[in-house]
């Protein structure tokens, strides 16, 4: 597939529509905006990835990560991951065009009806109707499915035999893959998936439904242009009441760049968007108090079990494999659903999962902290694929948390503080689940294998949640349930707006929600990107524009795909 962006000596000054980050709600504002025939500019702090480009080795891999804390920073400003180090919690959250989609295990579930009951959301989406249209919408264009051969996976057998002795059944989730060779809805051909386990370093087979694969080159082929490393610093009302987008190289490297548009969405996640509007309060944009309120970090855990009795197979192989004839399976094949009638905040997942290729090499290293050293050692030997880390057990969990972290800025950098964020009672709840899962199989639970390093003890997410949460009004929330941000100007009224400014991505969204939450977010875009065409009357899903060429697209699946 053909490169989607373009050079930034390609930027225009001024678009109809300027979108900051290319997640699943930057991917649904391009794909919408583009077809309404709007110019739209989609700009990207991170670099542009093409399929087989992943980090495959653990080289590529550990330069591939950022690492920022409180008083240092190591890594590339454009490296795939993005580790944050916090006093209270840690958050890992992917970096490239196409966003988290990239590097996330693609688990593609609706949340319990019940979280959307809880009077945080605005009434407006549980009751008009348009989150169901929503997440009918992202089903046609992520095309979530479960993997028909998951049952013949180690993992799995594993995971459902701890089941059976917990008395719970085994659920197969459905995942943003592709498992037969197809040609997606934005006319791309793509392979079938081989079940290397890779699907948390970037999919180098091509099945991964990202953004980059879906909304993203329908966009492009709609007319979007798409820009990679450049990083918005912040944004700012013209005089003519357009806005201005406050930019530069990513890295420093250059002088600021100045674009203007009619509409700005700003969708670079949780932390950026929320960063992005913090400055943007500071150089006197009028938003909510609420702005930084509301973090959540849905409940996350990802933990290990150590020696178990059985083989497991939980490291991936890789595309090309390491190991011929080897079957991972996808990141994700299988789950334990812990549910709980009367109460939603006990509810828990937990998920079979598994460790990339690139990272196989340093899980020796990781566990020597832990007192496992002949077992490392072993490994150092053998080989992660024969030794110990044959039978390594790798959970991913989800719960509910009370959403009590907090942003602000701490000189130029976005700062979390979340007191006693590692006692919340869900940590505790997963504690238990997870030592009972791990000692089915034998093993030992290892809650956090680096514990004895820079990560300390505190709980990591890579589900960050919050920040730029909706609301009813000003008072309780920075957007409302149309993503609209409220305007706290002198003499506006409690649910007064900014005329075209939007946030589109998991910052909007006030609570915890127990899954994976991919599939909920590009619900909400989905959502949000009705309310914009109707209230703009454009007409973006009734007559999409002619298809514009591009070189990876044959004529035969540009028709296929309208």
Not at 1 to 22: F, Q
Not at 251 to 259: A, D, R, V
Not at 292 to 312: E, H
Request: charged share 20%; hydrophobic share 40%.
């Amino acid at each position: 597939m053909a490169r989607l962006s373009r050079p930034l000596d390609a930027l225009k000054s001024r678009y109809d529509v300027i979108i900051v980050g290319s997640g699943y709600g930057g991917g649904v504002a391009a794909s919408h905006l583009a077809r309404a025939g709007k110019s739209v500019a989609v700009l990207e702090r991170g670099r542009e990835v093409l399929t087989g480009s992943f980090p495959a080795k653990f080289p590529d891999l550990k330069n591939d990560f950022q690492v920022q804390g409180k008083n240092f920073r190591t890594g590339s400003d454009t490296a795939l991951f993005d580790v944050r180090i916090g006093d209270d919690m840690h958050v890992l959250v992917g970096r490239g065009l196409g966003g988290g989609s990239l590097v996330n295990a693609g688990v593609t579930l609706r949340p319990d009806s019940r979280v959307f009951e809880d009077e945080v959301w605005p009434g407006q989406i549980r009751q008009d109707g348009g989150l169901d249209r929503g997440y009918a919408r992202a089903e046609e264009w992520l095309r979530p499915a479960c993997d028909p051969r998951a049952s013949e996976m180690t993992k799995f057998g594993v995971l459902a035999e701890a089941g059976r002795k917990l008395n719970r059944d085994l659920v197969t989730p459905r995942v943003a893959v592709s498992f037969a060779e197809n040609v997606n809805p934005a006319g791309i051909a793509q392979p079938a998936c081989t079940r290397c386990g890779d699907c948390c370093a970037g999919c180098n087979v091509g099945a991964k439904n990202t953004v980059a694969l879906t909304y993203l080159p329908d966009a492009a082929r709609h007319g979007a242009d798409m820009f990679t490393e450049i990083t918005v610093r912040h944004i700012a009302k013209s005089q003519d009441g357009s806005w201005r987008v406050h930019a530069a190289p990513t890295g420093g490297k250059g002088g600021e760049i100045i674009l203007e548009a009619a509409i700005v969405v700003l969708a670079a996640g949780t932390l950026g968007s929320t960063e992005i509007l913090m400055r943007s309060r500071e150089q006197g944009l009028a938003v909510s108090d609420r702005l930084g309120q509301r973090f959540s970090a849905n409940g996350d855990i990802i933990a290990f079990g150590y020696g178990a009795k059985s083989i497991v197979n939980s490291v991936g192989v890789g595309y090309p494999p390491r190991i011929e004839g080897l079957e991972i399976g996808a990141s994700v094949t299988g789950q334990l659903e812990f549910r709980d009638a009367q109460n939603l905040d006990h509810e828990l997942t937990i998920q079979e999962g598994a460790v990339p290729s690139a990272v196989a090499p340093s899980l020796p290293v990781m566990f020597l902290p832990n007192g496992r050293l002949l077992g490392a050692l072993q490994s150092l030997v053998s080989g992660v694929y024969k030794g110990p880390f044959a039978s390594l057990q790798t959970y991913f969990a989800v719960s509910h948390d009370s959403a009590s972290g907090v942003f602000r800025l701490d000189g130029d950098k976005l700062a979390l503080a979340w007191k006693d964020a590692q006692n919340e009672p869900c940590y505790a709840r997963l504690d238990e689940a997870l030592r009972s899962v791990v000692e089915s199989a034998g093993g030992d639970y290892v809650k956090n294998p680096l514990a004895g390093t820079v990560m300390g003890h505190q709980p990591a997410t890579a589900h960050p949640l919050g920040g730029c949460a909706m609301g009813r009004e000003a008072s309780d929330g920075v957007v409302n349930h149309k993503s609209e941000v409220f305007d706290t100007s002198a003499g506006r009224g409690s649910n007064a707006v900014h005329d075209g400014l939007y946030v589109i991505d998991g910052s909007i969204i006030p609570r915890s929600l127990g899954v994976n939450p991919l599939f909920t977010i590009t619900a909400l875009s989905e959502r949000a990107l009705a309310h914009i065409v109707a209230d703009r009357r454009l007409t973006s899903n009734v007559r999409p524009l002619p298809a514009k060429p591009v070189p990876t697209l044959t004529p035969a699946a540009v028709i296929a795909a309208e």
